[in-house]
């Protein structure tokens, strides 16, 4: 399908991929800028949620990559909802394949911007704790929690899957935004990798423009993180909130009217 694209709408495709790593990498949910782009030009919303989820890895692996190489993420400390999630995406993105087209082109716009909408009002939390919680039989709860719901919605829809680990741990650990973003990524990575390899059993991913996207998401996300690291995460959101909406209510409107 690739070639058959105007070069201006592959242009803004990479534009909006790039946007959407970095952004992602900093705050999370890069994805509700991608899956509305990958809508906009025409796919069925089971092959964009799919191409998103090969694109997204691309980028959800630098990421994770980048805050593991700073100490930001510990494997071993997280293995329960590394579990969780992937249970959670696989059961996910088998129900996906059940839903009518019809129903998840009037959904998803529904689901971005009610991810928007919560994004911009729900107050971020405190959190200053550079430390691990304590390692006890409700850390695991927790985690089995996070990981089964995340990862299933993750596995369902996906746009503003890592805002949402992001802000959770925050709440729920009582960790910073750093270590809580670290966990993010490595989480949001485990279910778009296991959501990935059930779109493709399935059919449901266009290879061309996922890898095209990816790559830009890739850079992104390197960029982003880095700059995550170095400056934190609040000079993204009043833009990231602004782009969100406006491409939200286009969807919307094209899905509806």
């Not at 964009?48 to 400390?77: D, H, I, M, Q, W």
């Not at 691990?132 to 709860?141: A, E, R, S, Y």
């Not at 925050?170 to 059930?198: E, P, W």
Request: contains cysteine; positive net charge; hydrophobic residues 55%.
């Amino acid at each position: 399908m690739l070639e058959f694209m105007d070069p201006t709408a592959i242009a803004i495709l990479a534009l909006v991929a790039f946007s959407a790593g970095f952004i992602d990498a900093v705050a999370g949910g890069g994805g509700m800028l991608t899956v509305p782009a990958l809508l906009s030009i025409g796919l069925p919303p089971h092959v964009a949620l799919g191409t998103n989820k090969l694109s997204a890895t691309f980028a959800s692996s630098t990421a994770a990559v980048t805050y593991y190489r700073k100490k930001l993420f510990s494997p071993e400390f997280w293995k329960h909802a590394f579990i969780a999630t992937f249970i959670g995406a696989v059961l996910g993105t088998l129900l996906v394949d059940y839903i009518s087209t019809d129903w998840l082109e009037k959904a998803l716009p529904l689901v971005i911007l009610a991810t928007a909408v919560y994004t911009i009002w729900h107050p971020q939390p405190k959190a200053d704790n550079h430390f691990l919680p304590k390692d006890d039989v409700n850390l695991n709860k927790k985690q089995w929690g996070q990981g089964l719901t995340l990862g299933f919605y993750d596995g369902v829809v996906g746009p503003g899957t890592g805002a949402f680990w992001t802000v959770s741990s925050m709440s729920l650990y009582k960790m910073n935004i750093l270590l809580s973003s670290g966990l993010a990524k490595a989480m949001n990575f485990t279910s778009n990798i296991t959501s990935l390899v059930t779109f493709i059993v399935l059919g449901h991913v266009n290879w061309a423009i996922g890898l095209t996207m990816g790559v830009c998401l890739m850079f992104g996300a390197y960029l982003g993180a880095n700059s995550a690291i170095k400056f934190g995460a609040k000079f993204i959101r009043p833009v990231f909130v602004t782009v969100v909406v406006v491409l939200a209510v286009k969807l919307a409107y094209s899905a509806w009217f």
